[in-house]
């Protein structure tokens, strides 16, 4: 599953207006943002990652 924000108003069996964030199956999502549809979203797990990794790295080089 994957968090996704739509950038348009999307009809069909259920109605998603501009800005609504929710999250499709990875297939669908994919199919949707290649028409740019929607936008993915980055999980928030990852994003806190990234975040320590680039903390930790900045910790190696002060101890030089």
Same mark, same amino acid.
């Given at each position: 599953? &994957? &968090?996704? @924000?739509? +950038?348009?108003? *999307?009809?069909?069996? !259920?109605?998603?207006? %501009?800005?609504? !964030? !929710? @999250? +499709?199956?990875? $297939?669908? /999502? *994919?199919? *949707?943002? &290649?028409?740019?549809?929607? %936008?993915? *979203? ?6 806190? @990652? =990234? !975040?320590?990794? /680039?903390? =930790? $790295?900045?910790?190696? %080089?002060? $101890? %030089?």
């Amino acid at each position: 599953m &994957k &968090k996704v @924000e739509f +950038l348009f108003c *999307l009809s069909g069996d !259920v109605f998603y207006r %501009k800005g609504d !964030v !929710v @999250e +499709l199956n990875d $297939k669908e /999502a *994919l199919r *949707l943002q &290649k028409r740019n549809i929607v %936008k993915i *979203l980055i999980e928030q797990e990852q994003v806190d @990652e =990234q !975040v320590d990794e /680039a903390q =930790q $790295k900045q910790k190696g %080089k002060g $101890k %030089k």
